[in-house]
T-cell receptor
């Protein structure tokens, strides 16, 4: 079965500091997708990024960047120069053929608190 | 506007009183799912559907029923709700064309007393 582990339950930073969220996954699939979602205090789930297992190129999108390493089964996410609006719960998730493409296996989430 | 809608958004009910939470998507997605979110546990899948009349259990299906008679709708039925089903519920849809990125509804907060 697939598994996603987010070992950090809560991270507190002061505005403008960088925040890195860790995600480690387990899967037997050779083809899979990894996602990060954000859940602000209002409760909705907001899609942030998607990576497929064949694309290990790391990218930067605005203040967000991610580091995908298949060798260590990690998909870490960084917020640069954090802002108060970044305060939210962040979920890492995995989708693969074994469990079904229609299923997302979520980690437990990391609460990010950004103080002014 | 592409969206997933859920109704009701908030519901307080009593143990044993049957209820249905509706979910509808306007993106013609093949896949639809229901998740529940509980503190410290993240989101766990209850049921999912790969297309009309095709459904399968997720990780926590006990106490729930679903049906997929139309592609756009995927209602969640609690035949006899119990207090341990108090949770935040999300419906989602996805498609291979979007690499299975799941589009989520706004959530339904259910309280069973």
């Amino acid at each position: 079965a697939q598994k996603v582990t987010q070992a950090q339950t809560e991270i507190s930073v002061v505005e403008k500091e960088d925040v890195t969220l860790d995600c480690v996954y387990e899967t037997r699939d050779t083809t899979y997708y990894l996602f990060w979602y954000k859940q602000p205090p209002s409760g909705e789930l907001v899609f942030l990024i998607r990576r497929n297992s064949f694309d290990e190129q790391n990218e930067i999108s605005g203040r967000y960047s991610w580091n995908f390493q298949k060798s260590t089964s990690s998909f870490n996410f960084t917020i640069t120069a954090s802002q108060v609006v970044d305060s939210a719960v962040y979920f890492c998730a995995l989708s693969g053929r074994t469990d079904s493409w229609g299923k997302l296996q979520f980690g437990a989430g990391t609460q990010v608190v950004v103080t002014p | 506007e592409a969206q997933v809608t859920q109704n009701p958004r908030y519901l307080i009910t009593v143990t044993g009183k049957k209820l249905t939470v509706t979910c509808s998507q306007n993106m013609n997605h093949e896949y639809m799912s229901w998740y529940r979110q509980d503190p410290g546990l993240g989101l766990r899948q209850i049921y999912y559907s790969m297309n009309v009349e095709v459904t399968d259990k997720g990780d926590v299906p006990e106490g729930y029923k679903v049906s997929r008679k139309e592609k756009r709708n995927f209602p969640l039925i609690l035949e006899s709700p119990s207090p341990n089903q108090t949770s935040l519920y999300f419906c989602a849809s996805s498609s291979p064309e979007r690499s299975y990125e799941q589009y989520f509804g706004p959530g339904t907060r259910l309280t069973v007393t």
